[in-house]
């Protein structure tokens, strides 16, 4: 069993910058890849980030490249989400989530533990 518990979220102004993260419990973190959700106010849930295993593969969605990065200390059972360039359709609730696999992908259809969320408001 593992727990995700994010934190970092708030209310930013656009162009501002926060960042992030996400505490998983368990000694077996380098097992999984991790994930960040985000789903705003009357729309479909989206993959944000991904980073493998390791931290060697990342992948991005469009609407995100260049201004997100993600990141992961397996050491700390961590994983960050940095957010620059904040645009006001960033607001939205972001979750992290825990893929258990042997695989190198970053990506995955379904994911084994969520985390509650954390709020994110970006003001225009």
């Known amino acids: 069993q593992v727990q995700l518990v994010e934190s970092g979220g708030g209310l930013v102004q656009a162009g501002g910058s926060l960042r992030l993260s996400c505490a998983a419990s368990g000694r077996t973190f380098s097992r999984y890849a991790m994930s960040w959700f985000r789903q705003a106010p009357g729309k479909e849930r989206e993959s944000v980030a991904a980073i493998n295993r390791s931290g060697g593969r990342t992948s991005y969605a469009d609407s995100v490249k260049g201004r997100f990065t993600v990141s992961r200390d397996n050491a700390k059972n961590t994983v960050d989400l940095q957010m620059n360039s904040l645009k006001p359709e960033d607001t939205a609730i972001y979750y992290c989530?825990?893929?258990?696999?042997?695989?190198?992908?970053?990506?995955?259809?379904?994911?084994?533990?969520w985390g509650q969320g954390t709020q994110v408001t970006v003001s225009s």
């Open positions: 989530a825990a893929k258990e696999t042997y695989s190198s992908a970053t990506e995955f259809r379904d994911y084994d533990y």
